[in-house]
């Protein structure tokens, strides 16, 4: 490292976070040299992120799923705390992933490194005792929803809301016709696309459900299937459930999705920050997930929020299906399908509303506006950011 830069540790488990991280590590050296490491995926490591793991290592979900994982989990925690120790970083990054992060930053504290959490914990919908850690311990909470900074200033976390990083990405590269003949799709059938999740235990609960829905659909509607892979999921994994679908007209994609969504009439999507995608490209929807059943009853108990998927929570009313748990199955997911397919009015007036709730996630430049809080926040030169 040269005597000029900075070093700087950065943490995300799952494919939103590597994809914001990536922007920020992106980003901020603009401001001064940093020097990145810590743990991420795909886009991270090519934004210049030195990886002590990849996220797929603790993109872990669930209360017995993480349980069955911690061994594994414990381990990379201590190789990281190690790199902290022999980096000393100036500062820390942490994104999402309170699991891991939370304890992470606790660590840090301890260490006397400013943290700034990116994407907050979602302590209004559950585990409200998540408060008093990020009191604790985060110098600057920076939040992307735009309910969340009056609700953790309320519980006295220095939280500033900064918009979402996805206004400026969620956007296609190419034109449906462009899209469609790259893959050798027939634009005259009706395509829905399929997002498993961003997590291997994800695409293992959701996939084989969704490819059995499919072939459900296939008996009732000539539908062609794109199936969106993320960077995080292992690619074996995916290839070995397809081989059980091969009757199902399907086309694998590696990490497209804006090309995908925006090409598609509908689609099927695991909840999380794909819905939120899916919203500003105003796809619509049918939104899907499914967990151990143990994590599902303790999760009831401790769920406190009337909606499940991001646009809906938005929304502040059921704009887009949820079929949840024991409510996703394939017959149910091909009947919600079958129903928008056959409904184009519906699709439109869902889009239209779409449309609306959209403004609700800020103006462009999210990312900027997070790198000149974060230099604010651990005291590097903000002003060469520029404001948008």
């Not at 990886?51 to 061994?71: D, K, Q, Y």
């Not at 099927?268 to 500003?280: D, H, P, R, Y």
Request: aromatic letters at 6%.
């Amino acid at each position: 490292m040269s005597q000029a830069s900075t070093s700087a540790l950065i943490v995300a488990g799952e494919a939103s976070g590597d994809r914001y991280g990536a922007a920020l590590a992106a980003t901020l050296p603009r401001l001064a040299p940093v020097e990145w490491f810590g743990i991420g995926g795909d886009a991270m490591q090519a934004a210049g992120v030195a990886l002590t793991e990849h996220a797929r290592e603790i993109a872990v979900l669930g209360i017995v799923e993480v349980a069955r994982h911690l061994p594994r989990i414990r381990r990379i925690f201590r190789r990281l705390l190690a790199e902290v120790d022999r980096r000393r970083p100036r500062f820390a990054v942490l994104i999402d992933s309170p699991d891991f992060n939370l304890r992470l930053a606790r660590q840090l504290h301890r260490r006397r490194i400013p943290i700034v959490y990116f994407v907050a914990p979602q302590v209004w919908a559950w585990r409200p005792g998540r408060l008093k850690l990020l009191r604790r311990y985060v110098t600057k909470l920076l939040c992307i929803f735009p309910f969340e900074e009056e609700f953790f200033r309320g519980h006295g976390v220095n939280a500033d809301f900064v918009g979402h990083p996805l206004v400026d990405a969620a956007r296609p590269s190419l034109t449906r016709k462009e899209f469609f003949a790259r893959h050798h799709l027939d634009p005259g059938r009706p395509t829905v696309c399929l997002l498993p999740g961003s997590r291997n235990q994800e695409v293992r609960r959701h996939l084989p459900q969704l490819l059995e829905a499919a072939r459900l659909l296939c008996r009732q509607h000539p539908v062609q299937f794109t199936l969106v892979r993320a960077s995080t999921v292992a690619p074996p994994l995916v290839e070995d459930l397809l081989r059980r679908a091969s009757d199902v007209p399907l086309t694998l994609l590696d990490d497209t999705t804006y090309n995908a969504l925006a090409g598609s009439d509908l689609a099927v999507i695991s909840s999380g920050t794909a819905t939120v995608e899916a919203l500003l490209l105003e796809t619509p929807m049918v939104v899907v997930y499914r967990v151990a059943t143990p994590s599902w009853w303790v999760g009831k108990l401790l769920v406190r929020t009337p909606y499940y998927s991001m646009v809906n929570l938005l929304a502040e009313r059921p704009l887009v299906p949820e079929l949840i748990q024991s409510d996703f199955t394939p017959a149910r997911v091909a009947s919600e399908v079958a129903r928008l397919l056959n409904d184009p009015a519906a699709r439109r007036r869902i889009q239209q509303e779409m449309a609306e709730v959209k403004k609700k996630l800020g103006p462009p430049g999210a990312i900027e506006r997070a790198c000149r809080a974060l230099a604010a926040a651990v005291g590097l030169a903000a002003e060469t950011v520029p404001a948008r």
